[in-house]
């Protein structure tokens, strides 16, 4: 940028200041809403199925993201509006099913988050081939030890106080390969639209997928508890209009390495809220997994 000359007492870098603020800003709030829909996932399914919390999470969103676009009168081709649906698919149906339901079989908040977290690496792996992305040695190191974090929190949470199934600590996983797959399909097809458009379609994808999957398993009808709607609403607001509006802006300026490895820090972050909100412990073998992402997140973001 280049800035003209109006004297010795202007500092040549203020005008700068307020845009460099952007960044920061667009990556903290990725990082807070993103891991809101790990709480929120704990808070639902206190009170009904996962299934019935993702049916009616996508029907109150698609209901008013699609209402909003027909107000608007939006248009959007084919090609992209297959492509949407598809990264909605992934993106929000497999991932998030995955994160609900392993929450609903008892692994905590926390657990669920860290082991979403290991994107950073299978996301950045595939980057290289598929996008054409480069990471750096430093980079690549901050991959390594994010994983030996996100392993030393799991590990810590099976030996410990962690009551559910071996098994269900794959849920997550399979959805994080989900989320994977999702990010690299949008960035390879960059399918158009705008942010509230792609949503629309996302959702609405996802909401049909759910509804069906809740009608089958006969868990479609909501509880009468307020609960049940006050984390409905928290998921609606929070996790997908916050936390998956954010993800794509994000991406949209910046890699993926270095996306993705913001959600290093989701752990840490949803850890705090469930100590506050829930009141679960958090051990000696976690607090040093945790310290052990964050200097994972420093190593990838600074290389």
Do not use: K
């Amino acid at each position: 940028m280049h800035l003209t000359e109006t004297g010795p007492q202007s500092p040549p870098r203020s005008p700068s200041r307020p845009r460099d603020l952007v960044a920061p800003l667009l990556a903290v709030g990725l990082v807070v809403m993103w891991s809101s829909g790990f709480v929120g996932a704990e808070l639902g399914t206190r009170y009904a199925p996962g299934t019935t919390v993702l049916a009616w999470r996508f029907l109150v969103v698609a209901v008013a993201l699609v209402a909003w676009c027909l107000w608007r009168g939006a248009r959007m081709r084919r090609r992209d509006l297959a492509l949407h649906a598809l990264v909605g698919a992934l993106a929000q149906a497999g991932y998030l099913y995955g994160v609900v339901a392993a929450a609903e079989h008892g692994v905590s908040a926390g657990t669920n988050a860290l082991i979403a977290a290991l994107q950073p690496m299978v996301a950045t792996a595939l980057a290289v081939p598929l996008l054409g992305e480069t990471v750096g040695r430093r980079q690549a190191l901050g991959l390594v030890v994010g994983l030996g974090g996100v392993g030393l929190v799991v590990g810590s949470d099976l030996l410990g106080a962690g009551t559910a199934p071996w098994w269900a600590y794959l849920l997550p996983l399979g959805g994080m390969f989900s989320q994977v797959a999702a990010t690299l399909l949008e960035r390879r097809t960059r399918p158009g639209g705008d942010l509230v458009e792609a949503l629309a379609v996302q959702c609405s994808v996802s909401a049909a997928l759910f509804v069906g999957l809740a009608s089958m398993t006969g868990t479609l009808a909501p509880p009468v508890e307020p609960g049940f709607w006050v984390a409905v609403v928290w998921v609606v607001l929070l996790s997908t209009l916050g936390g998956y509006g954010l993800y794509w802006v994000n991406l949209a300026r910046s890699g993926v390495a270095r996306v993705s490895a913001l959600l290093y820090l989701t752990p840490p972050t949803t850890m705090l809220w469930t100590w506050l909100m829930f009141g679960d412990p958090i051990g000696a073998g976690a607090l040093v997994g945790l310290a052990v992402c964050l200097a994972a997140v420093w190593l990838v973001r600074t290389g």
